[in-house]
């Protein structure tokens, strides 16, 4: 792969690896928990608090694959950098839904509700990118820095509770 091919995904990349990270400090989470309340291997039935861990860490895994699916489609179709930096927001809000979910269950609705707002975010861009793509083809308008601009500055706007 050439240099410029890797500098376009670099970041994308780098997200991706501390997504995986994540998720394994989430098993790893299920795990110990399991194995404190049980003394046993993996057991579905346990305490309330292996009941939470084990529901945060499901909850997580199953908005995992859209978060991945509109990194990507964002960073790849519009801008990398604004796609990457809205990826790190969803990491450290999924990280907060997971421990707000360990405490009191109301303590995860603002990292669940924000987490939305990126997704719709990331979903966005990826549509700015696919309507720019059609634009050139069709008509010869290249709107891509008009594009990039956009994201680059509402990036920073998500930072906003």
């Known amino acids: 792969m ?8 670099v970041l994308l990349v780098i997200v991706t690896l501390i997504s995986v990270v994540q998720n394994a400090f989430f098993a790893n989470k299920v795990e110990h928990e399991s194995r404190h309340c ?22 997580c895994g199953h908005a ?5 699916a ?6 790849l179709l519009c801008s990398q950098a604004p ?6 927001m969803y990491l450290f809000v999924r990280q907060k839904y ?5 405490g009191e269950r109301t303590q995860s609705t603002p ?16 549509v700015a990118g696919i309507l720019n793509y059609y634009l ?3 008509f010869g308008s290249d709107f891509e820095i008009h594009i990039k601009t956009i994201t680059s500055a509402i990036s920073p706007l998500l930072l906003i509770p």
């Open 136 to 138: 050139v083809f069709f």
């Open 111 to 126: 990292g669940y509700l924000f987490g939305k707002r990126i997704i719709l975010f990331l979903f966005l861009m990826s």
């Open 64 to 68: 995992y694959p859209t978060f991945l």
């Open 2 to 9: 050439d240099q410029e091919t890797l500098g376009s995904i």
């Open 38 to 59: 049980n003394g046993k291997g993996l057991q579905r039935q346990g305490s309330s608090s292996f009941d939470r861990v084990y529901t945060a860490n499901q909850n």
């Open 70 to 75: 509109v990194l990507w489609c964002a960073g």
């Open 98 to 102: 997971f421990v707000g979910y360990l």
């Open 83 to 88: 796609a990457a930096f809205a990826g790190l």
